[in-house]
């Protein structure tokens, strides 16, 4: 069965303090690796989609990259406004979209 | 969250009411997913369709039936609401490739 787990479930900086969610996976068939953001009141924001281990993909602070097990979203000099509920799903050969718990990440000014 | 319309946003039911969620999207995406998110609960798929007339269990199925209508719309119906599926719900629709998966803004549900 497919499984996402995410961690830390909480995470507290300081602006400008750099540092990495991670996302470790089980999946039958990878299709696809997602990144979301979801703010209070609001749906999930899609941000990346990562297919293959080795893969990148960077938008403006937020850097996801991609090994067979595990997905790591750095987050490079956070401002205030980088404040939210991260969430990493996988999509599998069945076509399910599989959540993680969500890391909520919280930066002080 | 462009593309992905819900209806209602906001709804309180008695126990026992029944009443259908509306999902809608213009994308021409296949695959589309009904999902409830609960404190502290994260997203739990409920339903998911990988293309017109097809549709599969979740992790969280029991209380609850779909239908995938056309290729834009994929419902969702509480037959007999509980207290217990108060919470809130989305939709979502992507291509069966993977590539890029919208969500909705999300139907808030009470049962009271």
């Known amino acids: 069965e497919d499984q996402v787990t995410q961690s830390p479930e909480a995470l507290r900086l300081q602006e400008g303090e750099s540092s990495s969610l991670n996302c470790s996976y089980t999946?039958?068939?990878?299709?696809?690796l997602f990144w979301y953001r979801q703010d209070p009141g609001k749906g999930p924001e899609f941000l990346f989609t990562l297919y293959s281990a080795g893969e990148e993909k960077e938008k403006e602070r937020l850097k996801a990259t991609l090994t067979k097990k595990e997905s790591f979203l750095h987050i490079t000099a956070p401002k205030p406004e980088d404040s939210a509920t991260y969430l990493c799903?996988?999509?599998?050969?069945?076509?399910?979209?599989?959540f993680g718990q969500g890391t909520r990440l919280t930066i002080n000014p | 969250n462009a593309g992905v319309t819900q209806t209602p946003k906001f709804q309180v039911l008695k126990t026992g009411q029944s009443m259908t969620l509306q999902c809608a999207q213009d994308?021409?995406?296949?695959?589309m997913y009904w999902y409830r998110q609960d404190p502290g609960m994260g997203l739990r798929l409920i339903y998911y369709?990988?293309?017109?007339?097809?549709?599969d269990k979740g992790e969280v199925p029991n209380g609850y039936n779909v239908s995938r209508l056309n290729k834009r719309e994929f419902s969702l119906r509480l037959e007999s609401a509980a207290p217990s599926q108060t919470s809130v719900y989305f939709c979502?629709?992507?291509?069966?490739?993977?590539?890029?998966?919208?969500f909705g803004e999300g139907s808030w549900l009470t049962v009271v």
């Open positions: 979502a629709a992507g291509r069966n490739s993977g590539n890029t998966i919208y």
């Open positions: 999946v039958s068939g990878l299709r696809g």
């Open positions: 369709s990988a293309s017109e007339g097809t549709t």
């Open positions: 799903a996988v999509l599998g050969g069945a076509q399910k979209l599989v």
């Open positions: 994308m021409n995406h296949n695959s």
